[in-house]
């Protein structure tokens, strides 16, 4: 495997289900990021993971929980979504300078997964 | 106020034209990079270049060009010879020194044969 992966490509739930997004990224960064692409809006960062640690949380709602055990690896995970959050969700990575950032490096996204709440 | 600005939503053209995606961007910054990235209808985002703020050269890479201004605040990407496989939604983006990238509302592309 190479670049940056996702699973599952699709996902169908309900708004009472869980269920946990997945990337892996093989490009030996140190930051990980999650986006949301709806439809007919900018993409929306989520969150970022630098050296593990989340710097970034963008006023994103509870029900989307991220969790990040090595800097390979970043999940979200989903319970008791809206129809609302039917939308593509991007992880990307890129390999920053310090635990602070400050770096402007390139950010590589992964093929992203479709997600439709029901 | 930092924004990014792809006036064009749609633009089609028939394989073998020339095409230009225009970009206007915002900031007060003085280091900030532009990007621009291709998402064709997989749904990943391709990265196409990075350019600093201190590099007004433009870029050539095969089929594809840059034209970085400052004087307007564009990043143009401009497409020679454009082919089917061309046909995607193209995302300009400016980066400050934080972890944000500013995002465009993409311009798709349609190339018909």
């Known amino acids: 495997e190479t670049g940056v992966t996702q699973t599952p490509r699709h996902l169908v739930m309900g708004m009472t289900n869980k269920k946990s997004l997945k990337c892996e990224q093989h490009?030996?960064?140190?930051?990980m990021y999650w986006y949301k692409q709806s439809a007919k809006k900018p993409l929306e960062l989520m969150f970022v993971y630098n050296f593990k640690e989340q710097t970034e949380n963008n006023s994103v709602p509870s029900r989307f929980s991220p969790e990040c055990p090595n800097s390979s690896h970043l999940f979200l995970h989903l319970h008791t979504l809206q129809p609302e959050d039917s939308a593509l969700y991007l992880c990307?990575?890129?390999?920053?300078?310090?635990?602070?950032?400050?770096?402007?490096?390139?950010?590589?996204f992964g093929p992203g997964t479709r997600l439709l709440v029901l | 106020a930092q924004k990014v600005t792809q006036a064009q939503t749609e633009i089609s053209v028939v394989e073998k034209e020339d095409v230009t995606l225009d970009c206007v961007y915002e900031t007060r910054d003085t280091t900030y990079y532009l990007f621009w990235y291709k998402q064709p209808p997989s749904g990943e985002l391709v990265f196409l270049i990075r350019?600093?703020?201190?590099d007004e050269q433009n870029e050539i890479s095969g089929r594809y060009s840059w034209n970085f201004q400052k004087s307007t605040s564009s990043f143009n990407f401009t497409i020679t010879a454009s082919q089917v496989v061309d046909s995607a939604v193209y995302f300009c983006?400016?980066?400050?020194?934080?972890?944000?990238?500013?995002w465009g509302a993409g311009t798709k592309l349609i190339i018909k044969p």
């Open positions: 490009l030996g960064h140190n930051a």
């Open positions: 983006a400016l980066r400050r020194s934080n972890y944000q990238l500013i």
């Open positions: 990307a990575s890129s390999q920053e300078n310090g635990p602070s950032g400050g770096a402007l490096e390139t950010q590589y």
């Open positions: 350019r600093n703020s201190f």
